[in-house]
């Protein structure tokens, strides 16, 4: 894990900071992160080929400690219309505010949806953080612009069992 100012670019899997002591020391972190080392998102793609680059750095404010979130890069998701691959190019920026585990989030500062709200950890999962703010900025149902919905073949499959049912109806 890298504190200061320095930044790294190794695995991120397994990577845990104390989120409160990264934020107090400016903390930098990047790392290239595979599609493959992120279970919960892998079952949503159609391909685990790629990556995503992810950012997170640290930082105190008027006696609030901050984490700046930054993944780019892009996801092949199931089309909900066609069930073919559709292209989502991904660029998440999240500001979150660490915040002492039971403290509340301040009511003033409910009307700026700006930042988020994170409890702080002394072992954060990176990992496990940038998943979940993956999988917040998915679209319910995913699709193309314009595309097709797949049509049945009714040579390949047969007669319809419905043509039945409308022969019987007569």
Avoid: Y
């Avoid at 997170?56 to 069930?83: F, H, I, M």
């Amino acid at each position: 894990v890298s504190r200061g100012r320095q930044s790294v670019s190794e695995s991120i899997a397994g990577t845990v900071l104390d989120s409160l002591e990264f934020a107090r020391s400016g903390g930098a972190l990047e790392r290239i992160v595979r599609l493959d080392e992120l279970p919960r998102l892998a079952d949503l793609l159609i391909t685990t080929d790629g990556f995503l680059s992810l950012r997170l750095t640290g930082w105190r404010d008027n006696d609030k400690s901050w984490l700046q979130l930054d993944v780019a890069g892009e996801l092949v998701l199931c089309c909900q219309r066609c069930l073919d691959g559709v292209k989502l190019p991904l660029e998440i920026r999240s500001r979150l505010r660490l915040m002492a585990p039971g403290e509340e989030w301040p009511d003033d500062d409910l009307v700026d949806d700006s930042a988020d709200a994170l409890e702080a950890e002394n072992e954060l999962a990176v990992l496990s953080l940038m998943e979940d703010e993956v999988l917040l900025a998915l679209p319910i149902a995913p699709m193309h612009e314009k595309c097709d919905p797949p049509s049945a073949d009714a040579g390949k499959h047969g007669p319809s069992p419905f043509a039945a049912l409308a022969a019987l109806k007569k």
